[in-house]
T-cell receptor, first 112, second 112 residues
Framework: GENVEQHPSTLSVQEGDSAVIKCTYSDSASNYFPWYKQELGKGPQLIID?????GEKKDQRIAVTLNKTAKHFSLHITETQPEDSAVYFC???????????FGTGTRLQVFP | DTGVSQDPRHKITKRGQNVTFRCDPI?????LYWYRQTLGQGPEFLTY????????KSRLLSDRFSAERPKGSFSTLEIQRTEQGDSAMYLCAAKGPGNEQFFGPGTRLTVL
């Protein structure tokens, strides 16, 4: 079945530095790739998403890139701030199904 | 605010008891999803509804679990004869105008 691998599991950066989280999916039919931020005790919050017909998408300090050939997609956060500290999840879904398959998460810590 | 509310936010129960959780999306969300999230993991798909019809169920949804969406608005998830392994965060999500899924705050279940 569909599987999503996510790396690294933890990431510590200094405030102002960039952070990159990478995911790999297994099913080439996957066509939608969202990223979620989850803070302690809260539900996942959608921060950015990308569809398979687009290679890159940017929203202020965050960007997502997709390499369909390699079945890789990545989240890039620039100019990190302490409030970016949270657990980040990548996910994928297959065309004609809606269920999201999540990665195992990356705990990002941004030190002031 | 994602427009998805869940009740209760926390539930502690004894093994063998039945529990029921409720999810309320805003009215124009015709697709509603349930996921389960255990500590340190990403959410795992359980089931989803298109209006009142339950369209897909995961193998994770044993016969002790039942979900309903009687009028195509709110949904309930019931777990009968709870086991310690049922302890998790139960998340409800609603589909936006594209492929986006917006999550509620979750119900954290602890089975003693």
């Amino acid at each position: 079945g569909e599987n999503v691998e996510q790396h690294p599991s933890t990431l510590s950066v200094q405030e102002g530095d960039s952070a990159v989280i990478k995911c790999t999916y297994s099913d080439s039919a996957s066509n939608y790739f969202p990223w979620y931020k989850q803070e302690l005790g809260k539900g996942p919050q959608l921060i950015i998403d990308i569809r398979s017909n687009v290679g890159e998408k940017k929203d202020q300090r965050i960007a997502v890139t997709l390499n369909k050939t390699a079945k890789h997609f990545s989240l890039h956060i620039t100019e990190t701030q302490p409030e970016d500290s949270a657990v980040y999840f990548c996910a994928s879904s297959l065309y004609n199904t809606d269920k999201l398959i999540f990665g195992t998460g990356t705990r990002l810590q941004v030190f002031p | 605010d994602t427009g998805v509310s869940q009740d209760p936010r926390h539930k502690i129960t004894k093994r063998g008891q039945n529990v029921t959780f409720r999810c309320d999306p805003i009215s124009e969300h015709n697709r509603l999803y349930w996921y389960r999230q255990t500590l340190g993991q990403g959410p795992e798909f359980l089931t989803y509804f298109q209006n009142e019809a339950q369209l897909e169920k995961s193998r994770l949804l044993s016969d002790r679990f039942s979900a309903e969406r009687p009028k195509g608005s709110f949904s309930t998830l019931e777990i009968q004869r709870t086991e310690q392994g049922d302890s998790a965060m139960y998340l409800c999500a609603a589909k936006g105008p594209g492929n986006e899924q917006f999550f509620g705050p979750g119900t954290r279940l602890t089975v003693l």
